[in-house]
């Protein structure tokens, strides 16, 4: 009986993983497909060239990318718009949901379900928005370059700021900015980045206790869940032992 369910525990982390995987690979191509209405040529198309770069770090099949970027061209291609919806969490905490939906509806109905099944509020446009400021974010692997190497390229791109750790360098640079130190970094470490796309960052950060962490990380796992979101920023800070803890 304990290998039966030793098993069966395998199996059902696969299928988890599985699941998971899927579902990213579904925000990716959607993101792809809308970026490719502008031009299917990635050279000549930067937001396509950063969605691809993200799916590629997701080791997405490169089928399924040329598939996504061919499904712009077609008649019956679902036409998808950005939202973004704003609110707070548990313990007062700011957040920002980016989402592409091809029904605004739906999408801010499940949005706002998600907030108030987790002790949350969503909010009108603007509502948290001013405790974020845009930004030009590009990522590189660790082994892109030593952190000395990154900074003097980031400097030379013309990039506002540059943190290194074990996991990677973060470049950040003016919104506007994006696409000409995205593809001067390249030019300079002859490698493409991770990522390459604006973001929202949070001006400060409030730190949250064990009461409150929990029930955040549902309401981001739901939010997280949902198809139409493409990503989720807050304005959060919680200690190391409440993550342990939580197993988070």
């Known amino acids: 009986m304990a290998g039966h369910s030793q098993y069966s525990n395998i199996v059902h982390r696969k299928n988890a993983q599985d699941k998971k995987r899927a579902k990213i ?6 993101e792809i497909t809308v ?20 799916a ?32 707070f969490g548990p313990g007062g905490i700011a ?23 987790h002790g949350g509020t969503l909010g009108e ?17 660790a082994n892109a370059a ?21 996991e990677g360098h973060e470049i950040v640079c003016a ?8 593809d001067a970094l390249e030019k300079i470490l002859s490698a493409a980045a991770s990522t390459a796309r604006l973001e929202w960052r ?14 955040l990380f549902k309401l981001l796992d739901v939010l997280d869940d949902n198809d139409d979101v493409q990503r989720v920023f807050a304005n959060f800070e919680v200690d190391e032992a409440v993550l342990e803890k939580l197993g988070a």
């Open 146 to 166: 030593s952190a000395d190497g990154m900074l003097e390229a980031a400097i030379e791109a013309g990039a506002d700021d540059c943190s290194s750790d074990d």
């Open 202 to 215: 949070p001006t400060n950060t409030i730190a949250i206790g064990e009461d409150h962490a929990g029930t």
């Open 35 to 54: 970026a490719a209405r502008t031009s299917p040529d990635p050279s000549m198309n930067p937001a396509l060239r950063s969605a691809i770069q993200a």
């Open 175 to 182: 919104p506007d900015d994006l696409n000409a130190v995205g």
């Open 95 to 117: 957040l920002i949901v980016e989402a592409l939906t091809d029904n605004r509806n739906r999408t801010a109905s499940e949005v706002r379900s998600a907030f108030q099944k």
């Open 25 to 30: 690979f579904s925000k990716l191509a959607r």
């Open 56 to 87: 590629r770090a997701q080791n997405m099949p490169k089928d399924r990318i040329e598939r996504a970027i061919s499904s712009a061209a077609g008649k019956d291609s679902t036409n998808y718009e950005e939202r973004r919806y704003e609110g």
């Open 125 to 141: 446009s603007g509502s948290v928005a001013y405790m974020f400021e845009r930004i030009g974010l590009v990522r590189y692997s």
